[in-house]
């Protein structure tokens, strides 16, 4: 084995940390029957969502009553995984929230604000 060249470590690192983040991440199982919740305009997969719930909004969603909580009516998807660190989050206000995909809009309105 030769000298590890300049840099590799840092991008072994770089490259174990977007493993990681990509682990933790909530990604649709299917592109097919897609919702996005309605308050925090993650999307998934609607069996994900009755299964899981959202894992943003754990308080005020009820799995049960799903379709109450998500739309199908959305536009665009951005693919957030690292958060603390994306200039794309921070644009869409979503740095506080977990690596997974959201909705750039999304049409509708839940129960509980109509």
Known sequence: GGK???????????????????????????VKQLRACLTCHMVK??????KDGCENCTDDF????TDDYCSVNFTGVAAIMNPDDSWVAR?????????????????GQRPDEM
């Open 45 to 50: 997969h609607i069996k994900q969502f009755e």
């Open 62 to 65: 009820e799995k049960e009553n």
């Open 4 to 30: 590890r060249g300049e840099g590799e470590g840092e991008m072994d690192d770089v490259v174990q940390t977007m493993k990681a983040l990509a682990e933790e991440a909530v990604v649709p199982k299917d």
């Open 91 to 107: 644009w869409l206000k979503k740095q506080n929230l977990k690596p997974a995909c959201y909705a750039l809009e999304v049409h």
